[in-house]
């Protein structure tokens, strides 16, 4: 996909979109815009990090949730949603809305993310077919010794993963994983 011609969704603080603009204007002029973080788990309550692509416009090689993208226009959100993780991970899962925050971070080449990040849980418990042009690596991990991973070596984090984390714990996961299997 050519990161140049890809045009995503401009929203208001209140996550209404008010238009579409090209990518990199938008992390140029640190525009606020929608975005959204998969989170896929399996039974054993592992979740599934991939490791961004060295050739990634910012935060490369960095572990990160699943998968994550903006919304472009002339998609449908959620279907958007699915496509990427296919895309990226070649994983389908059905995937669940769990909740939306808003992070704004300034990059060292001058890029910023200002984003209402909306995010997703699914369940899948196989291993992923990634894309090597979108990711570099990818690991299993037990979620609830990810926190003190992440408190011990930040460094290798992407911030929006990090700042995500700040938002559910280990037991919504559970909840969720279990409900999932009922």
């Known amino acids: 996909m050519d990161n140049t011609k890809i045009k995503i969704a401009l929203v208001d603080t209140?996550?209404?979109?008010?238009?579409y603009a090209d990518k990199i204007q938008v992390h140029q002029q640190g525009l606020l815009h929608r975005a959204f973080s998969i989170f896929i788990f399996n039974n054993n309550m592992e979740l599934l990090l991939q490791k961004r692509a060295a050739s990634k416009y910012h935060s490369p090689l960095l572990w990160t949730n699943t998968c994550c993208s903006h919304f472009i226009e002339g998609k449908e959100f959620v279907d958007y949603a699915?496509?990427?993780?296919?895309?990226?991970?070649g994983i389908k899962s059905e995937l669940k809305y769990i909740f939306k925050f808003h992070y704004k971070i300034h990059f060292d080449n001058n890029l910023i993310e200002n984003e209402i990040d909306h995010v997703f849980f699914g369940i899948y418990n196989s291993e992923p077919s990634i894309n090597t042009l979108e990711v570099d690596d990818f690991i299993w991990i037990n979620f609830q010794n990810l926190r003190a991973e992440v408190k011990l070596n930040p460094?290798?984090?992407t911030y929006w993963f990090k700042e995500s984390l700040n938002h559910f714990s280990s037991k919504q996961v559970s909840d969720f994983i279990k409900n999932q299997n009922s």
């Not at 209140?14 to 238009?19: L, V």
């Not at 699915?82 to 991970?89: A, F, N, S």
């Open 14 to 19: 209140k996550d209404n979109i008010i238009g």
């Open 82 to 89: 699915h496509e990427r993780l296919v895309y990226e991970m």
């Open 155 to 157: 460094q290798l984090y």
